[in-house]
């Protein structure tokens, strides 16, 4: 193959979860040419309860990637700017799972969440606006990802007096500036309730980060996809 039709594959194939390049043969001393390839950037939430594994494609190249079950988070990686079909398949089946047509734009991050119960898995790809916080704050936002939920409220005990409320599932909010904290409590309750449906202990929020927070799995089951809280840092 000559440089430049293995550099036009190259442009082609996804740049993630494996860290570096699948080269397939182009010569050393081109691939400081592919550091101009606009990229963007993508993280991937598996919160799908019951969901079997997973593979990722990217308009029918498989992505390199880890194992993907219920409860995976991968942190933001690079993606070639482009559109795509962003499909999952069970692992080792040609057999689509779910899919959705989405744009990486250059610079932008996204976040690519695979929710619902299976076998009613959804796919939602939604634009992050990681804009700083606020001098001395933390941001953060609520996403209600727990299937067939109720409308939520999430609380964070002397940090939120007003709650990120009234979260349907599916529904993603903005992102709001708080009082940065350690070994913080962070509550979800019904929307306009006073019970504690779930809590995640000893979070920490540090000044300048910005943070996702989100419900998970189903309530009244006791295995690994009952219902609960989990966190990701965002940048």
């Not at 619902?116 to 990681?130: G, M, T």
Request: charged share 20%; proline share 5%; hydrophobic share 40%.
């Amino acid at each position: 193959m000559d440089i430049k039709g293995c550099l036009l594959m190259i442009k082609r194939l996804v740049l993630l979860f494996v860290g570096l390049l699948l080269f397939s043969g182009c010569e050393k001393q081109n691939i400081d040419d592919l550091n101009t390839t606009p990229t963007g950037q993508l993280a991937l939430l598996i919160l799908s309860p019951g969901s079997p594994e997973l593979s990722l494609y990217f308009s029918g190249q498989k992505a390199a990637n880890k194992p993907l079950t219920f409860g995976t988070i991968i942190p933001y990686n690079a993606v070639v700017a482009n559109k795509y079909e962003l499909s999952f398949s069970k692992k080792d089946s040609s057999s689509v799972f779910a899919k959705i047509n989405g744009e990486i734009k250059a610079g932008k991050y996204y976040t690519l969440i695979v929710g619902d119960k299976s076998p009613r898995a959804s796919l939602a790809l939604i634009e992050d606006d990681l804009s700083a916080p606020a001098p001395e704050k933390a941001r953060i936002r609520f996403a209600n990802l727990s299937p067939d939920s109720i409308a939520l409220d999430l609380y964070i005990a002397g940090k939120i007096q007003t709650p990120i409320s009234k979260q349907s599932f599916r529904s993603v909010s903005t992102f709001v500036n708080v009082e940065p904290g350690s070994a913080l409590k962070i509550e979800i309750k019904a929307h306009g309730k006073t019970e504690t449906l779930a809590v995640l202990d000893n979070a920490v929020i540090e000044k300048g980060k910005i943070y996702t927070i989100w419900s998970k799995g189903v309530r009244g089951v006791a295995d690994f996809t009952r219902f609960g809280i989990d966190m990701m840092l965002n940048k």
